[in-house]
């Protein structure tokens, strides 16, 4: 009996210790000092590269490609056709022998067993990539010419990648090679929402992107850079020189990236002068009206017609044609007095006041304001094209949906010519890492729809952390996942967690000027370079003289969140003259500074900032306030700067 009483005795021992074990786990903090505030360390690359302070190093170097590009847009009854020869001088500034080159080939996403329509759910997604018959490029012969010897050869193909096996190795420190390609193929009418075909009352409007191969990115940090395009994941690309020639009908106006060459060989007279007009005024200026369009005064050529355009030290090009267009533009007025001009191209159906007859104001005005505040737009021209595509950006070139209106419309052209900075200026691996140009450009959105006309879309009560509390709690994938592997419910927290990321580090960590200055150094050390997130990291830290690595390891490789709390308030001999002993619990992983709102019952209010390291040794923080009246109310983060997943425990007493 007595064994048995004991094992009794055990048993009821070891339930009490399990239950006392479940308790103490479920009153265990999530938050953990060490792992907030722990070591760092970011990859390195060698042979100096990339620097400590998070800018080129030393020996940085970056390969570079040059493309000469004829193509022509034959519009026929069964379809529509690109028909392209372009000639790629690639330039090969690594240490590295190359014995084989990879080039892109975007277009076969639209073939209908790539990758892209093999992986695009049952019922769709916004890229709703699912092929067609007569998707992809038609590769008809590939040339190469290296160090005066020419040779065909026979490329590999796989999915939308391009390899092409050399016949010698290609030398390295500078040695250039040529390679020829003759290519075609069908505009699909949806592009992966990039690019494509639409039709209005007086013709179709062709938005043509992704439209030659292209080379990839042989860097310092992966070689090859052949990661597939599956339509979510966007472009990393070489800078160069492009010249490129679109033969179109003549009845069509072609606008495209880049400076027009030929304008006295393509536009009548009277647009000849208007085009001049336009290029002094800071009013918005028609090169041809609604009035015009399909008049045959318009375009007195016959046949076809080829538009040249050239553009230099860019990473890619776009243009678009139609009989349809309506074309206007202005002056675009340089920090630095140098001037270049605005335009947009758009179907009757487009136009009005309340829509894009504002497009070029719109354009504009952002490309004046982020070259004021972050770098000078360093090219001669930008177009928006009015068409299928709801909002992509190409360097000098924008696609932009046809039916916005208002705020809708600024909110998509400021976006997409916002991207010119980011990351076609700054030139990040989207493929890889599309936080740094989806977030880093809806970052700076906010401040030109702050600035645009007074703020005339702005909304100053708008608070864009309380938009990303779902996100905070609800996402499965933090941003550092490329985007084919992140959830298609939560890619939108590349663009507005990230956002808010930049807008804490600037309104509640460093400050204005400490924020601006170091984010601006990172754009002009990074500027037509190759930077990756950790560049970044380290230039935020550098120049603003912060270890920020507590913020940026957690926000961008976690999914951990904000919670931070009141948990008491006591008085130092239960006498409120005395001051207050107020005490804070930071409930979740994610650790960040504190903005407390006090309020006393005499009426004084402040707003008492605590650094990020009232945390760094444990999750509870007990300070004395001095307090010369009994508090009527505290409130964390007052202005609802940061995206705190639990808002009633912020104040106390609780409601």
Known sequence: MRYLKLNYLLSGLGLLLMAASASAQTDTPKYNHLDAFGPITWPVTGDGTRSASGKPGQHYWQNRADYLIKASLNETPQDTTITGEVTITYTNNSPDELDHLWLQLDQNLFKPGSRGAATTPIDGDRFDVRGFSKGGYHIESVAVTYKGDTYATTPVITDARMQVRLNKPMGAKGEKIQVKINYSFAIPFYGADRMGRKKFKAGYVYEIAEWYPRMCVYDDVEGWNTLPYMGLGEFYCEYGDFDYYITAPANMTVVGSGDLQNVSQVLSDVQQKRYDEMRKSDKTVAIITADEVGQAATHPFKGNLTWHYKMENTRDIAWGASTAFIWDGAKVNLPSGR??????????????????????????ASMEIYSAKYFEYPWNSAVNVSGV????????????????????LFGDVTHEIGHNWFPMIVGSNERKYMWMDE?????????STEKFNNGEYFNSKGRPANGIVKFMTTAKDPLMVAPEAMGL???????????????????????????DYAFNQYIKHWAFKHPLPYDFFRAMNDASGEDLNWFFKPWFFTTDKVDQAVESVKYVKDNPANGALITLVNKEKLAMPVDLKVTQTNGKTEILHLPVNVWQREGTWTFIYPSTATIQSLEIDPDHQLPDVERRNNVWPAK
């Not at 595509?389 to 809708?408: H, Q, R, T, V, W």
């Not at 977030?439 to 401040?447: A, R, S, V």
């Open 389 to 408: 595509a709801l909002g992509m950006e190409y360097p000098g070139a924008i696609f932009c949906l046809s039916n916005l209106k208002n705020g809708d």
């Open 439 to 447: 977030g880093f450009n809806t970052f700076i959105n906010e401040y």
């Open 339 to 364: 001037k270049c001009i605005a335009m947009s191209a758009y179907p009757a159906e487009s136009s009005g006041s309340n829509s894009w007859g504002r497009s070029t104001e719109y354009l504009k």
């Open 489 to 515: 419910n939560d890619y939108g927290q590349y663009y507005n967690k990230t956002a808010v990321g930049l807008d804490i580090l600037r309104n509640v960590v460093l400050g204005a000027d400490r924020f």
